[in-house]
């Protein structure tokens, strides 16, 4: 097949003039204004924004947490601006892998429990789980530590048993909201080694963040302001 023949190349996100609005009583508030919005597969991106900007919104809709008021969102290839809240939780589960400031992980059950849970939703036979799950424990340097509840571990272990759990399925996205939030400097410089390893493994990361010096980390960066990207 001739180069001018070859399909375009498959977009991990495509958003075409989303809009989200937010009904307050008989106000409307405009959370996003016409955003779109590309990103391919294996890239690394940081969205940046103040307060109120609409970094939030944008994040909840890309994670498939929300869904915008109007306009088109693709995710690998998928429509999902219509989608029920059923419809939506199946393609969270297979398509994105969450990293959230607080860690998220269940207090009374082993590292090696939490990265199991998403395999129980995505009904992954126990065998099968277990070995997915320590193989997601030791890619992130924590295979002497898969017993160990949440309470037995550091902040970073427990940020890296959060990021093994988002990458157990194999997913097309990892989404990570403000990742280094909870660490001191030095953890948090150990996580972003971690994401910048997992990079360049191959994985799409989206990464927001309030931090300068933790934006400068991605390969491209992304601002929003007033519910816009800044150009």
Do not use: W
């Amino acid at each position: 097949m001739s180069a001018a023949l070859m399909p375009e190349p498959a977009r991990l996100i495509e958003m075409h003039e989303l809009t989200r609005v937010y009904q307050l009583g008989p106000q409307e508030i405009y959370a996003l204004r016409g955003v779109s919005l590309t990103i391919d597969p294996g890239e690394y991106v940081a969205i940046m924004g103040p307060s109120g900007s609409g970094k939030s919104t944008l994040m909840n809709i890309i994670g498939c947490l929300d869904t915008p008021s109007a306009g088109r969102y693709l995710l690998d290839g998928i429509p999902v601006e219509s989608m029920n809240e059923d419809e939506l939780a199946a393609v969270r589960n297979r398509k994105i892998g969450f990293v959230f400031q607080t860690f998220n992980l269940l207090a009374r059950t082993t590292a090696l429990q939490n990265v199991e849970l998403p395999l129980i939703y995505a009904k992954i036979p126990r065998a099968e789980r277990r070995q997915l799950a320590e193989e997601a424990l030791a890619a992130v340097g924590l295979k002497e530590r898969m017993n160990h509840q949440p309470n037995e571990l550091s902040g970073g272990q427990r940020q890296r048993v959060a990021i093994a759990r988002a990458l157990v399925n194999k997913p097309s996205l990892l989404l990570a909201d403000e990742p280094t939030g909870n660490l001191d400097s030095q953890t948090g410089r150990e996580i972003l080694d971690l994401f910048r390893d997992l990079h360049d493994r191959g994985n799409s990361i989206i990464m927001v963040t309030h931090e300068d010096d933790v934006a400068q980390e991605a390969k491209r960066v992304i601002h929003i302001r007033d519910g816009k990207i800044a150009t």
